[in-house]
């Protein structure tokens, strides 16, 4: 037979068929979307590439096609044409909307995946039941049409072009199970790749050989589906292919008798996730809104370790959770840190002002000016008697502070100590731990 001399061009005339754009390229042949000029509507062609066709290769084409003609059913993309037009062998099927594989670039909810699966194993388990066996089931070769109507395509044709690509030395394991790249095929090969699409359906990621378990993205899944419906998938994607489903229509059988339950089970799931997220995003909008307003006042720049609330240096409490400060874990804007509660010190302070404790041998004689001193101490024999808003103790005498310290632009006090507090936002009080009055836990 007479060889095309050129690749296939866009706009170009084959027969009856106009080539409008290039869908897709495999190892084997090249997809096209092409105008049916006398029935007037899109179909897609497969074009085999032309090192791979031969005399043996058509003649098992020929009796692939024949045999693929023969499954009548509503998840078996039927086969339009199959001729030779100007030297090409031209496959034509009707044109999807996209494939599979296609749709798995986004999110696929639990219950789609669970009707894709079901409409893919409908598909194969009537192969079956005729004694064929696909070979080569990918997410490349579902066609999703209107209606998420799936379709499994290249029955026959996919037989051929895995073995001849086999033959030629190229390809790779994909979605073949270990038996059939052995050159072992059955049922159960196909029941394999089944599992592995589905089980990319369900967690986004594809396991790869040597297909351990659990493979990757098993605790997404374990989180958020039915117990059975993971141990479904887990065994069809078994390396030992007598612990897999003998066929599709017993895997079909499985799938639809825990369906109804996994779907119950998600969306329980589904449920309890979208109150956590709403609870998280009304806290996320709680304080965002808080900095904004009392921020830059309180310097609540640094986060509790248990519940993520912004909480300022100074503070011995979180007053978003209560969970307990006595050490400050975070940076510090002073140039030391108190040996016992690690909160910022200026080099001229002879105590900690946060934490009580012996005092500190002072390195300098220098006093430094700040803009944070803002009230004095209460003791007349004071060295200096400035105070920073919220200190417990003065840094120059050790004197307990007995001032209440307030917070600017906000008239609320704690009920147990009495010293300031944002009741609108906190639930606790920063300074001694209790529950803020007519505040929830």
């Not at 090192?51 to 043996?56: A, D, S, T, V």
């Not at 098992?60 to 044409?81: D, G």
């Not at 496959?91 to 409409?119: D, I």
């Not at 109150?275 to 009304?282: F, P, Q, V």
Request: hydrophobic letters at 35%.
């Amino acid at each position: 037979m007479q060889q095309p001399v050129e690749p296939i061009k866009i706009r170009q005339q084959l027969g009856k068929y106009k080539i409008e754009r290039r869908l897709g390229q495999g190892g084997f042949s090249i997809v096209y979307q092409a105008m049916d000029t006398i029935e007037g509507v899109r179909v897609a062609l497969k074009i085999p590439h032309r090192r791979y066709i031969n005399r043996e290769t058509l003649e098992e084409f020929r009796r692939e096609v024949r045999l693929a003609a023969q499954l009548k059913h509503p998840n078996i993309l039927p086969l339009k044409n199959a001729e030779f037009i100007q030297g090409y062998f031209v496959v034509a099927f009707p044109l999807g909307e996209r494939t599979l594989g296609e749709r798995l670039q986004h999110r696929v909810s639990l219950a789609t995946a669970l009707e894709y699966a079901e409409q893919m194993l409908q598909a194969t388990a009537y192969a079956h039941l005729h004694h064929i066996i696909h070979c080569d089931i990918k997410p490349d070769n579902l066609i999703l049409f209107p209606d998420k109507r799936l379709m499994l395509t290249d029955f026959g044709i996919a037989k051929v072009a895995v073995r001849t690509i086999r033959a030629s030395g190229s390809g790779t394991v994909g979605y073949i199970a270990p038996e059939q790249a052995m050159g072992k095929p059955s049922f159960r090969s196909d029941v394999f790749s089944l599992g592995l699409i589905v089980y990319r359906m369900l967690s986004g990621s594809l396991p790869e050989y040597p297909f351990e378990w659990p493979p990757p993205g098993y605790d997404r899944i374990r989180r958020r589906l039915d117990p059975e419906l993971i141990q479904l998938v887990r065994r069809a994607i078994d390396v030992d292919p007598r612990k897999r489903f003998a066929d599709a229509g017993k895997m079909l059988a499985a799938l639809q008798r825990v369906k109804p339950r996994a779907l119950r089970y998600g969306s329980k799931r589904a449920m309890q996730a979208s109150k956590t997220s709403r609870g998280r995003d009304w806290r996320t909008m709680q304080r965002r809104q808080f900095l904004q307003q009392y921020g830059s006042t309180l310097q609540t720049r640094y986060k509790c370790s248990k519940c993520d609330g912004p909480v300022a240096e100074c503070m011995q409490y979180c007053p978003w959770c209560s969970v307990p400060r006595p050490v400050h874990t975070d940076q510090t804007t002073y140039p030391q840190r108190c040996p016992r509660c690690s909160r910022g010190m200026k080099l001229d302070w002879t105590f900690c002002p946060w934490c009580f404790g012996p005092g500190f041998e002072v390195q300098t004689v220098r006093h430094f000016s700040d803009s944070r001193y803002i009230a004095k101490c209460s003791n007349s024999k004071c060295a200096r008697k400035l105070l920073m808003p919220f200190m417990r103790y003065c840094p120059w005498c050790h004197r307990k502070i007995r001032r209440k310290w307030q917070i600017p632009d906000c008239a609320e006090r704690c009920g147990s100590c009495g010293w300031g507090v944002v009741g609108t936002f906190w639930s606790y009080c920063p300074w001694c731990g209790k529950t803020l009055l007519g505040r929830n836990k």
